[in-house]
């Protein structure tokens, strides 16, 4: 294991669960940060024992050097978490967190411990690909494109100080997910659940069906209303999905 892969520097538990028979990893969307997955393991504790993930090079990681590459920040997080095997792993991602999830959860396969369950939210399937180009943008142009999705604290939203700043984060998280190629063939075997919000500009509903062909077991999707951060407006309904496929782990 490298130096730095370790859980106190990647792992950020808001709400132990102990004695919980399932571990949640929750992985951060693009210039997001562990901190927005605190609302979701106080809900789900003590059903399961919530641990968010944060990212290289935001809040108290900002003098760290970022991860350009899914696949590479995959690895890094699997790294870590090969220190937390004491219990059956789900993970849910959120936009680029989603596709870091499929990545984690391949890894996972690869080493025989599959993960529990996959939840994918705001994000189309690896093999539903665009050509984008966010992160090449000058700063008001990706500041545009934040805003548009409103996938940043409202508060933040409003300072253009604080905005800026974040800026790095954004535009290199975007450069990771725009440049992203799915390895064609590569499958799983764990339950994949996709959450998707009808109004979705960066996920369109077929893009989203197109999960089940990456897995060989169970597929599910739940069509709530709403755009890119629907999670936020439909929480109670996205707990329910969630604290449901987690009691079948």
């Keep these: 294991m490298t130096a730095h892969a370790t859980t106190s520097t990647w792992v950020r538990t808001y709400a132990p669960a102990p004695a919980a028979p399932v571990r949640l990893v929750c992985l951060p969307h693009a210039g997001g940060s562990a901190s927005f997955w605190l609302p979701v393991a106080k809900a789900l504790s003590p059903q399961a024992d919530v641990v968010a993930i944060q990212y290289p090079g935001r ?13 590479e920040l995959a690895l890094r997080v699997h790294e870590v978490l090969g220190e937390l095997d004491d219990r059956p792993t789900a993970l849910l991602g959120h936009s680029m967190g989603a596709t870091v999830g499929f990545e984690l959860a ?17 994000r189309r399937a690896p093999s539903a690909t665009r050509h984008e180009t966010v992160h090449q943008r000058d700063d008001d142009g990706l500041l545009a494109e934040v805003r548009a999705l409103a996938g940043t604290d409202s508060r933040l939203l409003q300072d ?11 535009r290199n ?27 979705d500009p960066k996920a369109h509903l077929p893009e989203v069906e197109a999960w089940a062909k990456h897995t060989t077991g169970p597929f599910a999707m739940e069509v709530m209303s709403g755009g890119h951060f629907f999670l936020l407006d439909h929480s109670a309904r996205v707990l329910d999905v969630i604290r449901t496929a987690l009691a079948k782990s």
């Design 59 to 71: 809040q108290d990681r900002r003098h760290e050097p970022f991860v350009d590459n899914l696949p």
């Design 106 to 122: 391949l890894l996972m396969e690869a080493a025989g411990r599959p993960a529990a369950h996959l939840f994918v939210s705001g």
């Design 160 to 170: 253009e100080e604080l905005m800026r700043m974040a800026l790095p984060a954004v």
């Design 173 to 199: 998280d975007y450069k990771a997910a725009e440049t992203y190629t799915w390895t064609a063939g590569e499958q799983l075997s764990c339950p994949v659940t996709a959450l998707i919000g009808d109004a």
